[in-house]
């Protein structure tokens, strides 16, 4: 179930972004922005650890700023993907992408309060407290 809450975050989190900032668009049925979503999802649970660990020297010399330049490259990249598939999410350029990943960031994180801690997957411990 969590994961299902997740996707429904990302896509409602992307939708605000397509409405607040001018470069970010989606042209494509409401149901693709779903699969704009999954995508998102995926490259940030896959691709983002990545870069995070390749740019480690630079989180830490900016301290934690250039966190907001990987989530831009994040939606980017999402776009792109996008773009290949024909799914209608369009991001112009570098600007566009920085503030849409910050609408995405903060959106996100308003949404994910109102979802109850019991949809997030608990972790077993080795003596099984939970």
Do not use: C, E
Not at 1 to 22: D, E, P
């Amino acid at each position: 179930m969590w994961l299902v809450w997740r996707v429904l975050i990302n896509a409602a989190a992307l939708w605000a972004a397509t409405q607040l900032v001018s470069g970010i668009s989606f042209d494509g049925d409401w149901r693709l922005l779903f699969a704009v979503a999954l995508i998102f999802g995926m490259i940030n649970i896959s691709v983002r650890p990545i870069l995070k660990l390749l740019t480690f020297p630079l989180l830490i010399l900016t301290l934690g700023l250039f966190t907001f330049v990987l989530n831009a490259l994040m939606l980017w990249l999402t776009a792109a993907i996008s773009d290949a598939l024909d799914l209608g999410f369009h991001v112009n350029g570098f600007r566009a992408a920085f503030i849409g990943a910050l609408v995405v960031t903060v959106v996100s994180f308003v949404l994910s309060l109102f979802v109850r801690s019991g949809a997030k997957p608990r972790r077993r411990t080795s003596r099984g407290d939970q």
